[in-house]
C-alpha cells in the first residue's frame, strides 16, 4: 500500500473518528507491507515536504512526523523513537483520545493516577496555539502520583488511550520502534504534564521542524526495520 492508497483508507474508516473505527482501520494496518508504505513516503519529494510543516523531535524523546493532519477531526501521526535507551519521558496525558499500532520495536506503558501524599512532583497545563505550533506551559500545583499499570508493547501490538489517562512511555532497549496513532477528535488545546522539571514558560515555545533531509533519515531507519 502506498501513502495515496494510505490516505484514501483512512478517509473512508473515519467518518465520525469512534475508537471503533480507529481500531478497526488499524487492523487493516497490521496486514499492510511498511516497506512499500514507508518506501512510498521517502521517494515523495511533496510528501517529505508536506511532512516539514509539523516533523520534530519531542520532549519525550521521539520523533513525530504528521502523516495526515486532518485537526480537529482526525490525525494519523507516525512516532519514531530511536536506537537508544529512553527512560526520562515526562508522565502526561492528551487533548484527544487515541489508538495506536506498533509498527516495529517495543517499549513500556506505564499508567498513573494521583495519590494523596506529599507532593513529589509538578503538575503543569500544557496550552497549544490554534495552529499546534507552539505551546506554553503554566504551573498549576504539586501532585503525587503512582504507578498502577505496566504493560510491554511489541510489533504488532494495538493498543488504546482515552485522553484523561495519565502515562508515561519508556524504551530500555537500543532498537529503533515506531508507531502509528491515530489521534481522536480535538476537543480541546490543553493537555496536562507531570515532572520534577520546572517547565513554566512566559512566552509559548516554537516546535523546531525537523529539515526533510532529517525526516528522510528517520524513515529509511524505520524501513530498514521493517525490512528484517
Same mark, same amino acid.
Given at each position: 500500500? =502506498? *501513502?495515496n492508497?494510505?490516505?484514501?483508507?483512512?478517509?473512508?474508516y473515519?467518518?465520525?473518528?469512534?475508537?471503533?473505527e480507529r481500531?478497526?482501520?488499524?487492523?487493516? *494496518?497490521?496486514g499492510?507491507?511498511?516497506?512499500v508504505?514507508?518506501?512510498?513516503? #521517502?521517494?515523495?519529494? &511533496?510528501?517529505?515536504?508536506?511532512?516539514? $510543516?509539523n516533523?520534530?523531535?519531542? %520532549? $519525550?524523546? *521521539?520523533?513525530k512526523?504528521?502523516?495526515? %493532519?486532518?485537526?480537529?477531526d482526525?490525525?494519523?501521526?507516525?512516532?519514531?523513537?530511536p536506537?537508544?535507551?529512553? +527512560?526520562?519521558?515526562?508522565?502526561? $496525558?492528551?487533548?484527544w483520545?487515541?489508538?495506536?499500532? /506498533? /509498527? @516495529?520495536?517495543?517499549?513500556?506503558?506505564d #499508567?498513573?493516577?494521583? /495519590? &494523596?501524599?506529599?507532593?513529589e512532583l509538578?503538575l503543569? &497545563?500544557?496550552?497549544?496555539?490554534?495552529?499546534?505550533? =507552539?505551546?506554553?506551559?503554566?504551573? #498549576?500545583?504539586? !501532585?503525587?502520583?503512582?504507578?498502577?499499570?505496566?504493560?510491554?508493547?511489541?510489533?504488532?501490538?494495538?493498543?488504546s488511550?482515552?485522553?484523561?489517562?495519565y502515562?508515561?512511555?519508556t524504551? +530500555?532497549?537500543?532498537?529503533?520502534?515506531?508507531?502509528?496513532? #491515530?489521534c481522536?477528535?480535538?476537543?480541546? $488545546?490543553?493537555?496536562? /504534564?507531570i @515532572?520534577?522539571?520546572e517547565k &513554566?514558560?512566559?512566552?509559548p515555545?516554537?516546535?523546531?521542524?525537523? @529539515?526533510?533531509?532529517?525526516?528522510?533519515?528517520?524513515? =529509511?531507519?524505520v524501513?530498514e526495520?521493517?525490512? !528484517?
Amino acid at each position: 500500500m =502506498e *501513502f495515496n492508497d494510505f490516505k484514501s483508507l483512512t478517509d473512508h474508516y473515519l467518518k465520525n473518528n469512534s475508537s471503533v473505527e480507529r481500531e478497526a482501520l488499524l487492523r487493516v *494496518f497490521q496486514g499492510i507491507d511498511w516497506k512499500v508504505l514507508i518506501s512510498s513516503l #521517502i521517494d515523495n519529494n &511533496e510528501v517529505l515536504s508536506d511532512l516539514v $510543516n509539523n516533523a520534530y523531535r519531542h %520532549d $519525550n524523546g *521521539f520523533v513525530k512526523l504528521m502523516l495526515i %493532519d486532518n485537526r480537529p477531526d482526525y490525525a494519523v501521526r507516525l512516532h519514531i523513537w530511536p536506537s537508544n535507551i529512553m +527512560s526520562d519521558s515526562s508522565i502526561h $496525558n492528551h487533548p484527544w483520545d487515541l489508538n495506536g499500532l /506498533v /509498527v @516495529t520495536g517495543k517499549y513500556t506503558w506505564d #499508567i498513573y493516577q494521583e /495519590v &494523596e501524599k506529599p507532593s513529589e512532583l509538578n503538575l503543569y &497545563e500544557c496550552k497549544y496555539s490554534d495552529d499546534y505550533q =507552539e505551546h506554553k506551559f503554566t504551573y #498549576i500545583r504539586g !501532585i503525587y502520583m503512582t504507578n498502577i499499570l505496566r504493560f510491554d508493547m511489541a510489533k504488532g501490538c494495538l493498543y488504546s488511550s482515552k485522553k484523561h489517562l495519565y502515562h508515561k512511555i519508556t524504551k +530500555s532497549n537500543k532498537d529503533l520502534a515506531a508507531t502509528i496513532m #491515530i489521534c481522536g477528535r480535538v476537543e480541546s $488545546n490543553i493537555a496536562h /504534564v507531570i @515532572t520534577d522539571i520546572e517547565k &513554566e514558560t512566559e512566552e509559548p515555545i516554537k516546535f523546531c521542524n525537523l @529539515t526533510e533531509n532529517q525526516i528522510k533519515g528517520y524513515l =529509511e531507519a524505520v524501513l530498514e526495520e521493517v525490512k !528484517i
